[in-house]
């Protein structure tokens, strides 16, 4: 399993609704979240080895938000 972590600019109840769809029905996500408390508005993703970063933010990107990978 993989963790997956990037800042967004999905802010809002909304706009989860809008790419939850996507992420809830992808074969090799397990689980997502995305955190509106923080400043960078966080998307968190479980995910089976075979997803790549790239993958989520063409997914991501693909609805019109922005996305960046968090880095330690």
């Keep these: 399993m993989e963790i997956l972590i990037f800042q967004t600019d999905i802010k ?5 609704a809008s ?3 996507v992420f809830n029905n992808h074969d090799d996500i397990l689980n997502w979240s995305i955190d509106l408390e923080d ?3 966080v998307l968190r ?4 080895s ?6 989520v933010i063409d997914i991501v990107k ?3 938000f922005t ?4 880095t330690d």
């Excluded at 809002?12 to 989860?16: A, D, L, R, V």
């Excluded at 993703?45 to 089976?48: C, D, G, K, L, M």
């Design 39 to 41: 400043i960078d508005n």
């Design 62 to 64: 693909q609805h019109y």
């Design 19 to 21: 790419i939850e769809p």
């Design 50 to 55: 075979t997803l790549t970063e790239k993958a």
């Design 45 to 48: 993703i479980e995910a089976n």
């Design 12 to 16: 809002s109840e909304e706009k989860i």
């Design 67 to 70: 996305i960046k990978t968090l």
